[in-house]
């Protein structure tokens, strides 16, 4: 009879991405994931092929989290750009290793920052179109804009540089919109 496998790719996947979440993604090591799954690197190797497929789908995941979280913030919809802008912040503060991951360090996966954001639900489109209805003559234009400033002030989060309430970070994405529409 055949010896039930404990650990399992589950089992490694999640002790990676977890490791990520608290650690970096730099963490993801064979050894360092073995360690904190309690097995020999051996398991891994059984269901990776090696590190950069573990990895692959360790940002996979990171993908599917962030896309959770955003689906799941709070949508007021005061301001084109305000909802998606206020999500993108709190995830940069609320799990900063993931953020670094999926929007700071090189891209894996080819999958592009706009499309991490746009979704399968299309949140860009709608901000843009959202944007337009309003009256906005260049939208697309100004989602650049707003997405320099937005990606800025979550950048900052992560040098500890920002230190605005959600309060004064919506007041401060209307005024932003408000102004970049104006020019």
């Known amino acids: 009879m055949a010896r039930k496998e404990t650990i399992t790719i589950d089992h490694i996947t999640d ?12 963490s ?34 990171a993908v599917e989290y962030f896309r959770s979280f955003s689906a799941g913030f709070p949508k007021r919809g005061i301001a084109p ?19 670094r991951l999926l929007f700071v360090e090189d891209k894996k996966n080819g999958i592009s920052m706009y499309e991490l954001l746009n979704g399968d639900a299309g949140n860009v489109v709608r901000e843009i179109n959202m944007a337009k209805d309003m009256g906005c003559k260049e939208p697309g234009s100004l989602f650049m804009r707003m997405w320099i400033f937005i990606h800025g002030a979550a950048c900052m989060t992560l040098s500890g540089d920002y230190d605005l309430t959600d309060a004064e970070t919506e007041q401060l994405l209307v005024k932003a919109y408000e102004s970049f529409v104006r020019e």
């Not at 750009?81 to 290793?97: C, K, P, T, V």
């Open 15 to 26: 002790t990676a991405f977890e490791m990520t979440r608290e650690e970096g993604f730099a």
């Open 81 to 99: 750009f305000s909802d998606l802008g206020m999500a993108y912040i709190a995830f940069a503060r609320q799990e900063r290793n993931l953020f």
């Open 28 to 61: 993801v090591t064979a050894r360092k994931v073995a360690l904190k799954a309690g097995c020999s690197t051996q398991p891994i190797f059984r269901v990776y092929k090696n590190m950069e497929e573990l990895q692959g789908a360790v940002y996979l995941r």
